[in-house]
Structures are given as C-alpha cells and as structure tokens.
C-alpha cells in the first residue's frame, strides 16, 4: 500500500505523534536500465583522489597512540555506538524491539539482491534484478528482500550489563501506514515504451549524416520506464503561527483615507488554529515521501539509511509505540514530544553514569565560565578582577542601549546611517570569539527564554536563520579516521563542549560524558599529544571533516548535468537560447567535477529530442521522440556521456543548437514529458537538471491553463491562484529528491506562465528558481545582461550532491518547522538532493521544557554532502546563546532583521495556505502584540504613548515595508508570477540579501564623501550614509541610488549638477541622459572612478548581478523607485506615521 507522505515543506510537525527516530523510511529505488557498468566499484576508486590543499592530515601518531583505529574501533574502551554497523549481527530478545528483517551485508560494494518497489498498475511485490539499484554493484540472490532506499539495513549495538558481550539488534522503526483515500493521477506514473512503436525516428544535425538505427526501442529496458507516483499531493500546506497573538485577527488596515479605527476581530478564525487539517497532520506524522511504500505482510519499516548514517536524533532503547491522535484532536499527546524534548533513556552499559539533574550545571569547560568550586580561587590578581568588571560593565551598558525606550511617533530619524550588524549576545568574550558567524547561523533572539512561557510573554517568534554552504574565505578542512560525536545524541564534537579531563568530555546538547578516542588526543596543529582541547575542531565553530565509508551508502557520485532547453518558436524568438549554449562553451572547463562528471541534453516543443553524443561519433546525433503520451529513452547509454571524452562532440552540439530551430513554427510546449524523460535519466545516479522554459506548458501531461486575470492585479481583495493547479510538478520532485536529482528552472517569459505551479519543481527537489520577465535578447538588454552573469555564476559556483541536513539543539528546546526548499525527510533530517552556497533556510523553534539547569543553550546544523571531487564532506557550524530569566532581557537580544525575516517566510506558507489577507493581519499582528507586551511588561511611559526597545525600534518600519513589497502588496499593479517569485525568493534567499529586498538602502552619490572610506585591494571604496525611504529626503539638486538588492535605481534629479552628469553618466546636461540607460560609463574622471567603485562594490557584494536602472523624472522606472520608498503614502498604502498611528490604536483597544 502506498503511503501518504507529509507535504515536506513548511510542514508543521508539532503534533507528530511518533518518536523522531521512527521516521525512518525511505522511498525505493525506482528499477533502472544499466549503465555499461560506467559507475562500478572499482571505477570510483580508481577515479577517486582527495585534494591535498586546505587539509589538516595528522602525521603517524607516536608510538604512545597505539595502534589505528579502523571506522568500526572508534572507541578503545567502550562499545560500538548505536549508529555503527555490524557486520555479523546477533540478535537477542532482550534488545531487538521489531522482528528482524534480515541480516546485514559487509560494505564492500554488495547490497542485497532483492529490492520490492510498487507497480502502480500491480498488487504484487517484485525484485529488482542485479545491477538495476544502481549500476555496477553485485547482489547476493540469496538475502531477503527489504523495503529500504539502498537496501543497507542497519544494526545497532550495545553491550549486556552483566556479560559485557556485544548485543546486536535491528534498529526500531514503526511507522503506520495511512489509508489512500484520493486516486492516483495516472500522468506520474511512466509506462514503459512499447516495442516496436515507430513513433520515434533519427534526423541528423545540419551537415551530419548518419545511418538510422533499425530499432531504436531495442536498447530501451523496462526497468527504464516504470517508478511509483506516491499518492496525490493534495494536502493544504499550513503554516504553525503558535508565537501570533491569542486573538484569532487583527483587523486589516484601514483604506488610505479612513479614519483609523479598528473592528472588532472575530470570534474564531479557522487559520489560525493550532491543529493542522487531517491530510496535513497525517503527512506530517509519519515523515515519509511519495515514494515510500510498505509491504502487506509487515507493518515494521526499516529504519532510514540517510537517518542513521548522519547518526540520528535522540534514540531511547527501549521505544513505545504511541497511538496518534485523531486529526481534529488541537492537542497533541503528552507522550508525543518532538525533536530535542525529553532526554534520553540511558542504554544499560551507560546507566552508572551521573544523572543530568545532578551532575549537570552549566558546562565547565575551556571558555565556560566555571560555578562555585572548592578550594578555587576566582581571581589570581587585581588585573584580571578589573578587567572582569570592565567586561561586565561593558555588557550592562550594551543591555542598557539595547533596552533604551524609543518614542516612535516622536523620533523620526531612527535608521542608522551604515548598515546594521547582529546584535551582541550576553556571552563571556571568550565564548563569542569561539561562536559561529552571524552569516552562517543566526537566531531571532540572541539571549534565549527561560520557559516557553517566558518567550510567550515577549511576543516574539524563536528561530533559526541558516545559510549552510556559503561561501567561505577560511574554512577548516580535516581528514581524520575518527570523526568524535556524542554517543548519545550524535553531536559532533564543538567548541562548546567540556572537558572533564584529558580522557572525557560532556556533551553540550544532551550532557552526556563521553570518552575522548586515542587518535583525538594528538594535535595536528601542534604536533603534541595530550592536548585535545586545542584541536581544530574545538576552536572553530564552523568546521568541515572529510568522511569516512562509514557514512556512505553508496560510493559517492559524479557530477552529473542535464540540461532541458525549450525550443519552441516563443523561445526561438526571446533568443535565449544563443545566450546560455554561448556561456556553456565559455565556461565548459570551469563546471564543477571531476574526470567522472557527465552531462546530458534535452530540447523540446511538441515532441522531445534526445542528443547521441557518445565518444566515437562524427557528429551528435537528434532522436525525435513524438509520442509525448508515453515517453521513453532511447539508446540509455549515449544519451548522458563523460564530460570530457566527448568534449568536442559536447562543443559541436553546443555550437550548432541554436541555429537548429530558428525556422520553426511549433507553438506548444511538452515540458511534462520533457521532465519524465530527464527523470529516468537522471535516476539512476542523481544529479542536477537544468529546466529552460519561456511558455506555458500546453501539450502532454503537466499542461496548464492560463489562470491570472489582468484586471484583478491591482485588487485590494483576496489574491487567487498562488497555490499550484496541478500536483503533477510536485510529485516530479518528490521522485527526483527521492533518487537525489534537484532540478533548477530559469523562466524567461513576458507572458504568464503559471510561476505557481512550475516552481514546486524545485522547492520540493531542493533546486532553485530564476525568473526574468519580459526577457528578449535585443529589446531587453538589461535582462539580457543579467541573464548571462546569472547564469556564469550558476555554471561556476560549488555544489554538493546527495545531501542530508539535520538540527540539533539543546535539551528541551525543539524544532517544530522548516522553511525553504528541501523534503523534511524526519523532524530533524532535511533530504537536500542539491546543495549550493546562495540559498538560506529558516527553522521556528520552541522550548518544550524548562531551562532552568543551564546558562547556555546550543545549535548544531550538520550538513553530509558529496562535493563534485567526489568526497564525501561533513560541514558543522556549531551556535550558542545564553538563557535568561527576564522578559527585559529577552528583548535586549532580540534580532529585528533575523525576526522580520523568519516573519516573512512564515507570511509565504499562510498566503498559500490560507490567504493573503490574512498573512497580512498576521504581520501587523506581530509588531501589535510584541509592542504592546513590551509595554505592559518593561516600559515606565504612559499607556498613551507608543514606545518600542531600541533593539526593536526598527520593527514596524520593517513591517510596513515587508507589506509593500511585492509578494505582499495590494492595491498596486502586480502580475501573478511576479508576486510568487518574490514570495519564492522569500522562502530562500540568505537574511542580508532579503533584507534589502525587503527594506533598500538609499544613498546620495553626487558627492560622495571621503570620510569612512574602505580600501577593497587598492581601491578606496567610499561608504555614503543610508538615508531614509521618503521622497522628503531627495533633492533636485542630488544624485540618489537606491540599492534593493536584485536591482538598482539611480535616479538624477532635474537640476543635479552638470559636473557630475558629465564625469559621470558621459552626457553634457540633464535634458541628454537617455531613458533606456543601464550602465555607468568608464570614465577617466575621478568622480566616475570612485562613483563606479562603489556601485561595483556593491553588486559585488552579492552572488548574482543587480541591474541598474539610471532614470530621471520622466523614466517609464520612475513609479518603481518611489513605489520602495516606504516611509511615503501611496494610493494603496498608508505612510510610516500613519501605520504607527494604526499600531498606536491597535494597541490601545
């Protein structure tokens, strides 16, 4: 039976009604067609060679180390933890809590022989045949079949209390399948081709010449064409609000013109309840995608491979199996508590050990600041005593600034004049030396509640920002065979940990004692022994290890691309394609890989065309594929070829392809079965494909319908269609995730597309999403520039492949929702098939229980990725915040951009799941109630007077922006694509680039100053004042450019000087600027060369290129740059003073 599965993305898992170690089932592995055996064993060792550069390798350890620990003996002294496998399992009634399922296979390239999959038009379970899993492994016909991903279960291990033998047991997991209550939709499920169809024919390129084959369906295997479609994805994506205001809804904000008064809000609000719809709640407690299947003879899954190989959340030894409960049920069982909540059942050999109550205080360790010893003397002399204080005065003085109560009516000038940083937290300096950057993990609050109820009285949302693969100058690299974690909780060793002593250290998360390996008390750095609290590993809290087999399932994969071009003649005609197989040739040498990478091409209309491009051939060869209704591959093994075998064959194709349509007449778009194709060749490896669209699919499975009405772009009322028409583009890409392939799409259109539907592509398979309206290679110059710089740094720019991401927090803190693009694989695990340095993710957060043991509260995001080298990589970064008792502190450290921007990804999900009104009442919600709890709770002002902390004084400024900017606005001309691109840049971009989408920096550059200037290599960058959005603040006389992130506005006033329109723009007066400008001339001026800079300084600040429109007061760009400035009235939208007026009523009600 087929099983629903959670909608992955955003889903509320709060309710969840099963242990997290339980959601633990894989999708299968859909049957594929062999690959010549390209990818065997063998091949990936001999193609394997790790980089030597940015490595700390310790040398042969001394005598005095013993001798090496294999992966399987990382611990000299205690047992196997649960998370590693044995190769001979013995199973004991005692600790086996499911029936076994079969025995385990040594890792030596050998997975069991028979896989069950579901047929969508069968009942029966069947095998797949050796070598179909994945192409060049043997199998052992003789083992049983297993209902897991890659077919490698797993063994846990512990050690008898009385005996001390090692006890093996098949790791639990229970997860209960849920009826099928929709009928599938048959245009998921891919039929196999049948032979003998002549609905596919050979047509050489322009100058070539080749022979058709005479039966092209021969090569295809059925294997190839059949993969389960999971049930419909239908389920309502909901969002929790659990930190909005009791009340169900504020009222909306008044009409332009209205007087500001507010209704009365009413009773209930079904979009604001805190239990999920059934479909939801369902998905979201069992944890498992669309192509999870269970047998019908058992009910007991085996656990989840990526699960246990990053190494689990908290697992109790002896698991219970909990009912859930029923779906309209608001209240989850006590028993049912989420990641991070109750702690851990000692296993038995563990069991003497110290319980945390009693042993566990703050931890007292290298940074910590110790408690009250015995005998210990807290300060060796008068200068440290002193300069202790200044540090603490230091401190009280910061919270004191940060508590300063701010008049907003009154104070008009509270924008700081350079840009803001993460504000500090109350942590020792030791301890903030060793902390992870802001730009890597971030919280909303940097001083952490106490209690849930705490953090309720503040009124502020708790939550992480991450932004795991960024780009970094310095990042510790080590290969090391032991890889020390926390047996446990599986926390990797950190910054933050303490060291009782030489030989053990306590867990910061789950305060567990461990003991410190052999090989971890050698340094490398140093080259000593005895040191291991001097390793790099615990003075860096962003680190990344080189991982062992112990953490592969499979030998890593090549970088595989595959590119699908829409050559319809709407496409022929923006000229697109020129511009990309253009910056293919120029950067063909640069795409990340290795001497395995592959790379494949997909181009369609009404029909799909595959490219023979294998090494032997003349020229490429184009199969026509016409029969869209039943998609199939012809000639498997040609069609994805090694990237540098076939490098000419690849240039040749890539220099004729644009010339090969430009005469077509074909109008409809095939993209559905276009993306079937480039699934089954992607599947049985993985990797990464590149969607090229300009229209809306017509023809074929996937076809949509034009849903936007141009005249209710502008409507102040309810905003329709931003959920998608068709589950079809979401099961797509919960199959891709499920056999690690992300797709990418880059829409150019001036036309409706429907961004709605084709985006769920890649937000459910972890890809990303491009959008350039009105693109055309000749009328839009602009586009096209961006376009090309986009689309270099795409080519370019690292990935990781086959990735898992899991958080980990503090005990008594829990993660209850993820936002971004991913499948939540389990309530901690993230399946992250692509990975890539210029996407962000945010996490909401809640305290389960009381923090009353401890003074500082930890976060951990581990990311196992396989890099285009072919390693398999481990990036930690490792957060740690102080708690606190009061509500006065709690808004001391609050982070108003980290909060406003996990507001708008929260604003996203309810827009979709409920509406955009109500998204709308929900932020205004949240500047009301945190401003008015502030005031009842902190403030000594009159009730009459609005009042915010410094630290929030910037809060519903933020806000009123965040309602006018694209996703949210009404009342303005917006069209449909537009508004859900910007809410899908909201769910993704990292916090400094959404925060200038949000909220653009406006400076005046006719004269820039040389105060404050920055030297950048060696130039001297100057660094202007922000000023505030409001048209007040221009001048006739001025120059201004207003930076908002993906685009830039330089707007020239009438009567600016003409020293500056000359040495700068190149023109001799204001009246010759042209209106259709978008790029600063170089000039051998002074004034051009620092101007220049420090526009380039800027867009180089940021992965992809920002246009710069230059306009004067009659630019068609005009109302676009003073639609950004939001401290302004506007026809559909109140100004900052009038919006604090609302809040000021709101408040007062």
């Given at each position: 039976?087929?099983?629903?599965?959670?909608t992955?993305?955003g889903?509320?898992?709060?309710?969840?009604?099963?242990?997290?170690?339980?959601?633990?089932?894989?999708?299968?592995?859909?049957?594929?067609?062999?690959?010549?055996?390209?990818?065997n064993?063998?091949?990936?060792?001999?193609?394997?060679?790790?980089?030597?550069h940015?490595?700390?390798?310790?040398?042969?350890?001394?005598?005095?180390?013993?001798?090496?620990?294999?992966?399987g003996?990382?611990?000299?002294?205690?047992?196997?933890?649960?998370?590693?496998?044995?190769?001979?399992?013995?199973?004991?009634?005692?600790?086996?809590?499911?029936?076994?399922?079969?025995?385990?296979?040594?890792?030596?390239?050998?997975?069991?022989?028979?896989?069950?999959?579901?047929?969508?038009?069968?009942?029966?379970?069947?095998?797949i045949?050796?070598?179909?899993?994945?192409?060049?492994?043997?199998?052992?016909?003789?083992?049983?079949?297993?209902?897991?991903?890659?077919?490698?279960?797993l063994?846990?291990?512990?050690?008898?209390?009385?005996?001390?033998?090692p006890?093996?047991?098949?790791?639990?997991?229970?997860?209960?399948?849920?009826?099928?209550?929709?009928?599938?939709l048959?245009?998921?499920?891919?039929?196999?081709?049948?032979?003998?169809?002549?609905?596919?024919?050979w047509?050489?390129?322009?100058?070539?010449?080749?022979?058709?084959?005479?039966?092209?369906?021969?090569?295809?295997?059925?294997?190839n064409?059949?993969?389960?479609?999971?049930?419909?994805?239908?389920?309502?994506?909901?969002?929790?609000?659990?930190?909005?205001?009791?009340?169900?809804?504020v009222?909306?904000?008044?009409?332009v013109?209205?007087?500001?008064?507010?209704r009365?809000?009413?009773?209930?609000?079904?979009?604001?309840?805190?239990?999920?719809?059934?479909?939801?709640?369902?998905?979201?407690q069992?944890?498992?995608?669309?192509?999870?299947?269970s047998?019908?003879?058992?009910?007991?899954?085996?656990?989840?491979?990526?699960?246990?190989?990053?190494?689990?959340?908290?697992?109790?030894?002896?698991?219970?199996?909990?009912t859930a409960?029923?779906?309209?049920?608001?209240?989850?069982?006590?028993?049912?508590?989420?990641?991070?909540?109750?702690?851990?059942?000692?296993?038995?050999?563990?069991?003497?050990?110290?319980?945390?109550?009693?042993?566990?205080?703050?931890?007292?360790?290298?940074?910590?600041?110790?408690?009250?010893?015995?005998f210990?003397?807290?300060?060796?002399?008068?200068?440290?005593?002193?300069?202790?204080?200044?540090?603490?005065?230091?401190?009280?003085?910061?919270?004191?600034?940060?508590?300063?109560?701010?008049?907003?009516?009154?104070?008009?000038?509270?924008?700081?004049?350079?840009?803001?940083?993460?504000?500090?937290?109350?942590?020792?300096?030791?301890?903030?030396?060793?902390?992870?950057?802001?730009?890597?993990?971030?919280?909303?609050?940097?001083?952490?509640p106490?209690?849930?109820?705490?953090?309720?009285?503040?009124?502020?949302?708790?939550?992480?920002?991450?932004?795991?693969?960024?780009?970094?100058?310095?990042?510790?690299?080590?290969?090391?065979?032991?890889?020390?974690?926390?047996?446990?909780?599986?926390?990797?060793?950190?910054?933050?940990?303490?060291?009782?002593?030489?030989?053990?250290?306590?867990?910061?998360?789950?305060?567990?004692?461990?003991?410190?390996?052999?090989?971890?008390?050698?340094?490398?750095?140093?080259?000593?022994?005895?040191?291991?609290?001097?390793?790099?590993?615990?003075?860096?809290?962003?680190?990344?290890?080189i991982a062992?087999?112990?953490?592969?399932l499979?030998?890593?994969?090549?970088?595989?691309?595959?590119?699908?071009?829409?050559?319809?003649?709407?496409?022929?005609?923006?000229?697109?394609?020129?511009?990309?197989?253009?910056?293919?040739?120029?950067?063909?040498?640069?795409?990340?890989?290795?001497?395995r990478?592959?790379?494949?091409?997909?181009?369609?209309?009404?029909?799909?065309?595959?490219?023979?491009?294998?090494?032997?051939?003349?020229?490429?060869?184009?199969?026509?594929?016409?029969?869209?209704?039943?998609?199939f591959?012809?000639?498997?093994?040609?069609?994805?070829?090694?990237?540098?075998?076939?490098?000419?064959?690849?240039?040749?194709?890539l220099?004729?392809?644009p010339?090969?349509?430009?005469?077509?007449?074909?109008?409809?778009?095939?993209l559905?079965?276009a993306?079937?194709?480039?699934?089954?060749?992607?599947?049985?490896?993985?990797?990464?494909?590149?969607?090229f669209?300009?229209?809306?699919?017509?023809?074929?499975?996937?076809?949509?319908?034009?849903?936007?009405?141009?005249?209710?772009?502008?409507?102040t009322?309810?905003?329709?269609?931003?959920?998608?028409?068709?589950?079809?583009?979401?099961?797509?890409?919960?199959?891709?995730?499920?056999?690690?392939?992300?797709?990418?799409?880059?829409?150019?259109?001036?036309?409706?597309?429907?961004?709605?539907?084709?985006?769920?592509?890649?937000?459910?398979?972890?890809?990303?999403?491009?959008?350039y309206?009105?693109?055309?290679?000749?009328?839009?110059?602009?586009?096209?520039?961006?376009?090309?710089?986009?689309?270099?740094?795409?080519?370019?720019?690292?990935?990781?492949f086959?990735?898992?991401?899991?958080?980990?927090?503090?005990?008594?803190?829990?993660?209850?929702?993820?936002?971004?693009?991913?499948?939540?694989?389990?309530?901690?695990?993230?399946?992250?098939?692509?990975?890539?340095?210029?996407?962000?993710?945010?996490?909401?957060?809640?305290?389960?229980?009381?923090?009353?043991?401890?003074?500082?509260?930890?976060?951990?995001?581990?990311?196992?990725?396989?890099?285009?080298?072919?390693e398999?990589?481990?990036?930690?970064?490792?957060?740690?915040l102080?708690?606190?008792?009061?509500v006065?502190?709690?808004y001391a450290?609050?982070?108003?951009?980290?909060?406003?921007?996990l507001?708008?990804?929260?604003?996203?999900?309810?827009?979709?799941?409920?509406?955009?009104?109500?998204?709308?009442?929900?932020?205004?919600?949240?500047?009301?109630d945190?401003?008015?709890?502030?005031?009842?709770?902190?403030?000594?002002?009159?009730?009459?007077v609005?009042?915010?902390?410094?630290?929030?004084?910037?809060?519903?400024?933020?806000?009123?922006?965040?309602?006018?900017?694209?996703?949210?606005?009404?009342?303005?001309?917006?069209?449909?694509?537009?508004?859900?691109?910007?809410?899908c840049?909201m769910?993704t971009?990292?916090?400094?680039?959404?925060?200038?989408?949000?909220?653009?920096?406006?400076?005046?550059?006719?004269?820039?100053?040389?105060?404050?200037s920055?030297?950048?290599?060696?130039?001297?960058?100057?660094?202007?004042?922000?000023?505030?959005?409001?048209?007040?603040?221009?001048?006739?006389?001025?120059?201004?450019?207003?930076?908002?992130?993906?685009?830039?506005?330089?707007?020239?006033?009438?009567n600016?000087?003409?020293?500056?329109i000359?040495?700068?723009?190149?023109?001799?007066?204001?009246?010759?600027?042209?209106?259709?400008?978008?790029?600063?001339?170089?000039?051998?001026?002074?004034?051009?060369?620092?101007?220049?800079?420090?526009?380039?300084?800027?867009?180089?600040?940021?992965?992809f290129?920002?246009?710069?429109?230059?306009?004067?007061?009659?630019?068609?760009?005009?109302?676009?740059?003073?639609?950004?400035?939001?401290?302004?009235?506007?026809?559909?939208?109140l100004?900052?003073?009038?919006?604090?007026?609302?809040?000021?009523?709101?408040?007062?009600?």
């Amino acid at each position: 039976m087929q099983q629903p599965l959670s909608t992955g993305h955003g889903a509320p898992l709060q309710n969840s009604s099963t242990a997290p170690e339980r959601h633990q089932q894989m999708p299968n592995k859909a049957s594929l067609a062999p690959m010549a055996g390209q990818y065997n064993f063998a091949y990936y060792q001999n193609n394997y060679q790790a980089p030597v550069h940015n490595i700390i390798r310790p040398p042969l350890c001394p005598t005095s180390l013993g001798t090496p620990q294999g992966p399987g003996q990382m611990y000299t002294t205690l047992p196997l933890g649960p998370n590693l496998i044995s190769a001979r399992p013995q199973l004991d009634p005692t600790f086996v809590s499911a029936p076994p399922q079969g025995g385990y296979v040594p890792s030596g390239g050998h997975y069991p022989g028979q896989v069950p999959y579901n047929v969508p038009s069968q009942s029966t379970t069947q095998g797949i045949p050796p070598h179909s899993s994945y192409p060049g492994f043997s199998y052992h016909p003789a083992m049983p079949a297993f209902n897991t991903h890659y077919n490698a279960p797993l063994t846990s291990q512990t050690v008898h209390p009385a005996t001390s033998q090692p006890l093996v047991g098949v790791l639990p997991s229970h997860v209960k399948p849920l009826p099928e209550t929709v009928q599938r939709l048959s245009q998921a499920s891919f039929q196999p081709y049948p032979a003998g169809n002549t609905a596919a024919s050979w047509h050489p390129l322009p100058g070539a010449s080749m022979p058709a084959p005479t039966n092209p369906t021969a090569a295809v295997s059925s294997a190839n064409s059949q993969t389960s479609a999971g049930p419909p994805l239908s389920m309502p994506h909901n969002i929790n609000q659990s930190y909005l205001p009791d009340r169900a809804k504020v009222a909306t904000l008044p009409v332009v013109g209205a007087p500001l008064v507010r209704r009365q809000p009413p009773l209930a609000d079904p979009s604001v309840s805190t239990s999920a719809s059934p479909a939801s709640a369902s998905g979201a407690q069992e944890g498992v995608d669309s192509s999870s299947s269970s047998s019908s003879s058992t009910n007991t899954s085996l656990p989840n491979n990526y699960d246990a190989l990053e190494g689990g959340s908290y697992q109790d030894s002896t698991p219970s199996i909990t009912t859930a409960p029923a779906p309209s049920d608001p209240h989850p069982l006590k028993s049912t508590k989420p990641f991070g909540y109750a702690y851990p059942t000692l296993q038995p050999a563990y069991q003497n050990v110290v319980s945390p109550s009693q042993s566990v205080c703050p931890p007292t360790g290298p940074g910590y600041s110790p408690g009250p010893q015995q005998f210990a003397q807290p300060f060796s002399s008068v200068n440290q005593l002193s300069s202790t204080m200044e540090g603490l005065t230091f401190r009280n003085n910061r919270k004191a600034e940060a508590l300063r109560q701010v008049s907003l009516l009154q104070e008009r000038n509270i924008l700081p004049p350079v840009p803001m940083l993460s504000p500090q937290s109350n942590l020792s300096p030791e301890l903030k030396k060793l902390n992870c950057s802001p730009d890597l993990f971030r919280c909303t609050l940097m001083n952490i509640p106490q209690t849930q109820a705490l953090l309720n009285k503040a009124k502020l949302p708790l939550g992480l920002l991450l932004h795991p693969f960024r780009d970094l100058t310095h990042l510790p690299v080590i290969t090391s065979s032991t890889i020390v974690r926390c047996r446990t909780c599986r926390t990797y060793i950190n910054p933050f940990v303490s060291f009782l002593d030489q030989r053990r250290w306590k867990c910061n998360l789950c305060y567990r004692v461990n003991d410190v390996p052999e090989e971890f008390m050698y340094n490398p750095l140093t080259r000593s022994y005895g040191e291991p609290h001097k390793r790099p590993e615990v003075q860096t809290a962003t680190v990344e290890f080189i991982a062992s087999s112990d953490y592969m399932l499979r030998p890593p994969q090549p970088a595989v691309y595959l590119f699908v071009f829409d050559v319809s003649h709407n496409a022929v005609e923006s000229g697109y394609l020129n511009i990309c197989c253009q910056s293919l040739l120029e950067n063909f040498d640069k795409l990340p890989g290795d001497s395995r990478t592959r790379i494949g091409f997909i181009t369609f209309d009404s029909t799909v065309h595959f490219f023979n491009l294998q090494e032997g051939l003349s020229q490429p060869q184009m199969l026509i594929v016409s029969d869209i209704e039943d998609i199939f591959i012809p000639t498997p093994d040609s069609l994805m070829v090694n990237l540098h075998e076939s490098k000419e064959l690849i240039k040749d194709l890539l220099k004729v392809l644009p010339t090969m349509f430009t005469s077509t007449r074909e109008t409809h778009s095939a993209l559905g079965p276009a993306l079937q194709a480039a699934f089954k060749l992607m599947s049985a490896t993985g990797g990464r494909i590149s969607v090229f669209q300009t229209q809306l699919p017509s023809v074929g499975v996937g076809h949509l319908l034009s849903r936007e009405d141009p005249n209710q772009r502008s409507t102040t009322k309810g905003v329709q269609h931003l959920a998608p028409a068709t589950d079809f583009y979401k099961k797509f890409a919960l199959d891709c995730s499920g056999q690690q392939v992300a797709v990418d799409l880059f829409l150019l259109s001036g036309q409706y597309t429907d961004m709605a539907s084709l985006a769920c592509m890649s937000k459910y398979s972890a890809g990303s999403v491009f959008y350039y309206p009105s693109f055309h290679h000749i009328h839009n110059p602009a586009q096209v520039e961006k376009f090309q710089k986009d689309l270099k740094r795409y080519l370019i720019r690292k990935i990781g492949f086959e990735a898992v991401m899991r958080i980990r927090c503090t005990k008594g803190l829990s993660i209850h929702t993820f936002h971004g693009n991913f499948f939540v694989r389990s309530t901690d695990l993230l399946s992250l098939a692509n990975i890539n340095p210029d996407s962000g993710f945010t996490v909401q957060m809640s305290i389960e229980e009381n923090l009353v043991d401890t003074s500082i509260v930890c976060f951990q995001a581990a990311l196992l990725y396989t890099s285009s080298k072919g390693e398999r990589r481990i990036r930690v970064h490792t957060l740690c915040l102080p708690v606190v008792n009061s509500v006065a502190d709690v808004y001391a450290g609050a982070d108003v951009q980290a909060i406003t921007c996990l507001l708008a990804t929260m604003a996203v999900d309810r827009s979709v799941s409920s509406s955009l009104s109500d998204a709308r009442d929900a932020l205004v919600n949240a500047v009301v109630d945190s401003l008015s709890a502030y005031r009842s709770t902190v403030s000594n002002l009159q009730r009459s007077v609005l009042v915010a902390p410094n630290s929030l004084r910037l809060f519903a400024l933020y806000i009123l922006a965040l309602l006018r900017q694209q996703a949210f606005r009404t009342g303005t001309s917006t069209r449909l694509d537009e508004r859900v691109f910007a809410m899908c840049e909201m769910k993704t971009q990292p916090l400094v680039h959404l925060m200038l989408t949000i909220h653009p920096n406006l400076y005046r550059i006719d004269n820039l100053p040389d105060e404050g200037s920055i030297t950048v290599g060696d130039k001297a960058i100057p660094q202007p004042p922000i000023m505030q959005l409001s048209a007040e603040k221009l001048s006739k006389e001025g120059a201004f450019l207003m930076d908002c992130g993906s685009v830039m506005y330089l707007w020239i006033g009438k009567n600016c000087s003409s020293n500056f329109i000359s040495e700068v723009l190149g023109f001799p007066n204001h009246a010759s600027i042209p209106q259709n400008m978008t790029q600063l001339p170089e000039l051998n001026t002074v004034l051009s060369q620092r101007t220049s800079s420090f526009v380039s300084w800027l867009r180089d600040s940021r992965p992809f290129l920002s246009i710069l429109y230059i306009m004067k007061d009659d630019s068609p760009m005009r109302a676009n740059f003073f639609q950004r400035l939001v401290e302004d009235r506007s026809e559909s939208a109140l100004s900052y003073y009038e919006f604090l007026l609302h809040i000021q009523q709101q408040i007062s009600k």
